[in-house]
């Protein structure tokens, strides 16, 4: 938990950024159209630009060519309104002399097929003539715009992902193994289970990453090449970034991180808990799919939320939102705009949760290609006065009311533990229902029965501290080491209360399983030892009957052997019919509560209640209010700033127990307030 109020700004503005990823290099044929632009982020106010993502092939249009003048231009017209540039390095992608030239700088997927030049982020990430190239680059645009005073960070690369099998990666890959195992092949084939199917390796040059047309059943190499995948391209970063952190050691380095979409979750590929540690800043880009029809608004907000206090977590301090829309995308299946309100609403969101900016892609909407309908602020009539300009605009002006709550942070009682390892390793785990593991959706359920009730909850890291936590909920965690069992045990031996579900505690770190039932820790804390885990078919029904209700049962069970533990709750069909499935345990001086099943929302809410009331958990505010309605809070040394968000398509009552300022209008209120469709109140309560 962070110190109480203290402000950390995550950059040296001191106002909130507005505004996005800007790709003057795609117009510079066309000056009056980079003339306008000027005079559109006044009228948009906006003020931060992020240049230069894809711009290698106008930097250096043949190789050691250089042309960075209409870059100083772009510098001068933003510096010159007051704004700040985002400079990113253009590694995400490279000029086509550059892979014909040096073919190596190519991905090769996991089939072993070489990629032809064209798309993006498809570099080989260990090739040393791409790690050289980024870096001369990186070290021109740092020695030519380091000093520059509307430089405010580095964008390192773009949104980070994928993988390469070349051989140069085989190499990496091997080395990598080799120090994990300690030179030790009988370490090796211990972790990777060799024996299986004959897998044993006889020899380092044995070891290839896995691949649809060799091997992909050993999950122990699975998990080692993620880990790897990950390590390496933050060796990649690393290798961006030496002139940088040379020659412009005090402006800060961020670099995009992205969710998975349609469902919004976190991003599955890369390990963000490991990439943080070598960030200043966190940044994301975020793309939900307002007015879907597969759920509410409320309840895709909650997943928003959820990401957002994810990333925020990751270092405890403010993040930035890198990209969002103003309108639709381009690659959902369905493209919808924003209905009026919703962007100021989805925005204003980012900024409850611990956002210091708002930034869209794209500044302008491209003429060509792929990206010419996805949303921006300026569209292709190059006019003002269109609704989304205007929605933008009004973003800005509110942005502009904000100033006293950039750096601010919430502190929070309770912890969600997301784990990138487990996640991988659950869904290679061959056992289960292949559809229904959801476990970052899981994860999202569970922290949704706080954010109704408006406390608010860290998701945190398996490496963080969890000792400041009251409570700390632990959903599904197949993998856990040993460490993080005993960090587990001694959290509660402390006084913690820990919720753990179905499926934990099976494998650890080598995604290996653990023999003699259940560890021994675990059985320790939760007093109790789960037997089975029962699979069930989507129409398969059973319940569970807990404090005199019954809740519907759905995907998974466990059968639990209860030793010292109580039985909250009992299955009430199948073989296990009467057998416990919910219990709660008393160890040391906390408790430890075990859910056995997957059960329908209504569940959690109640269960949860139980521990709000037990632990005195608060919500951020006493604002009353319906439910599809959200109040986060940022909390300066002198006052609370409240977002009172509106996320359904009714009008809604709140009502504040006390006179607060609006940050917007300036008035002040109390009592009932009424909230239309999507709106959000933005409200300071002063502390004296
Ligand atoms: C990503 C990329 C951007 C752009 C957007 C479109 O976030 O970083 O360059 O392609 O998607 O939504
Ligand atoms: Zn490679």
Request: glycine letters at 6%; proline letters at 4%.
């Amino acid at each position: 938990m962070m110190s109480k109020h203290e402000k950390t700004y995550v950059t040296n503005a001191n106002f909130m950024l507005h505004g996005g990823d800007y790709n003057p290099d795609q117009w510079l044929d066309r000056p009056d159209i980079l003339s306008d632009d000027v005079k559109l982020m006044k009228l948009s106010h906006t003020n931060t630009f992020s240049v230069g993502i894809f711009a290698w092939a106008a930097l250096e249009p043949e190789e050691g060519v250089y042309n960075f003048e209409w870059l100083d231009e772009i510098f001068e017209n933003i510096h010159g309104i007051g704004g700040k540039v985002i400079l990113a390095t253009p590694s995400g992608a490279r000029p086509a002399w550059m892979s014909q030239k040096y073919p190596e700088v190519l991905r090769v997927n996991g089939a072993r097929v070489k990629q032809l030049h064209g798309g993006r982020h498809n570099h080989c990430f260990t090739s040393e003539v791409y790690r050289e190239k980024t870096q001369e680059m990186n070290r021109l645009l740092a020695e030519r715009y380091g000093n520059h005073p509307g430089l405010l960070m580095w964008h390192i690369s773009n949104e980070y992902g994928g993988e390469c099998h070349c051989e140069k990666c085989q190499t990496a890959f091997r080395a990598w193994v080799k120090e994990k195992y300690n030179n030790d092949l009988k370490a090796l084939n211990d972790a990777w289970w060799g024996p299986f199917w004959s897998h044993t390796i006889t020899d380092w040059s044995q070891v290839e990453s896995p691949s649809p047309i060799g091997e992909n059943m050993v999950h122990g190499l699975n998990l080692d090449w993620r880990r790897f995948v990950t390590d390496q391209t933050i060796s990649f970063y690393k290798n961006e970034i030496v002139p940088l952190r040379e020659l412009t050691p005090s402006i800060p380095i961020t670099t995009n991180f992205m969710a998975d979409t349609h469902d919004l979750i976190p991003f599955q590929a890369l390990d963000y808990s490991k990439f943080a540690k070598h960030l200043d800043v966190i940044s994301w880009d975020a793309y939900p799919a307002w007015h879907n029809d597969w759920e509410s608004t409320a309840s895709l907000a909650s997943k928003v939320a959820f990401i957002n206090d994810l990333y925020r977590s990751l270092k405890q301090q403010p993040f930035l939102l890198m990209e969002s829309t103003p309108s639709g995308v381009n690659w959902h299946d369905v493209n919808k705009a924003k209905r009026p309100g919703m962007h100021l609403l989805s925005s204003m969101q980012m900024i409850a949760h611990g956002s210091d900016s708002i930034l869209y892609f794209q500044w302008r909407k491209s003429r060509g290609s792929s990206e010419k309908f996805h949303g921006a602020v300026v569209d292709h009539d190059n006019s003002s006065e269109n609704r989304v300009f205007q929605e933008v605009a009004k973003v800005g002006q509110t942005l502009e009311k904000l100033n006293d709550v950039i750096g601010t942070n919430r502190p929070a009682d309770v912890a969600v533990l997301y784990d990138w390892e487990s996640n991988w390793a659950l869904n290679d785990a061959q056992g289960f229902g292949k559809k229904t593991k959801l476990y970052p959706q899981t994860l999202q359920q569970h922290y949704k029965a706080f954010w109704e009730k408006d406390i608010p909850v860290d998701v945190i890291t398996k490496e963080q501290d969890f000792s400041s936590y009251k409570l700390l909920i632990v959903p599904m965690l197949y993998l856990v080491s040993e460490e993080t069992i005993a960090r587990l045990k001694t959290f509660v031996a402390d006084g913690g209360t820990l919720v753990m579900t179905y499926i934990s505690g099976f494998v650890n770190e080598y995604d290996l399983t653990y023999l003699g039932g259940w560890h021994k820790d675990l059985q320790e804390i939760f007093g109790v030892k789960p037997v089975e885990t029962d699979t069930l078919y989507p129409k398969d029904q059973n319940s569970v009957t807990y404090n005199g209700k019954t809740y519907q049962l759905k995907d998974y069970a466990t059968v639990i052997k209860v030793d010292t533990a109580n039985v909250d709750g009992i299955y009430v069909d199948d073989f296990y019919a009467n057998t416990p499935a919910v219990t709660s345990h008393q160890f040391e001086a906390g408790k430890a509560y075990y859910i056995g099943g997957r059960f329908e929302h209504a569940f959690q809410q109640d269960f949860y209640q139980g521990l709000i009331s037990d632990l005195s958990l608060e919500p951020v505010a006493s604002v009353e209010h319906g439910e599809g309605v959200s109040v986060q809070i940022r909390q300066a040394p002198e006052s609370d700033y409240l977002f009172v968000m509106n996320f359904t398509e009714e009008n809604q009552l709140v009502r504040f127990d006390s006179v607060v300022k609006d940050l917007i209008t300036g008035e002040e209120i109390s009592g009932e307030v009424k909230l239309e469709k999507y709106e959000v109140r933005i409200v300071e309560k002063s502390k004296s």
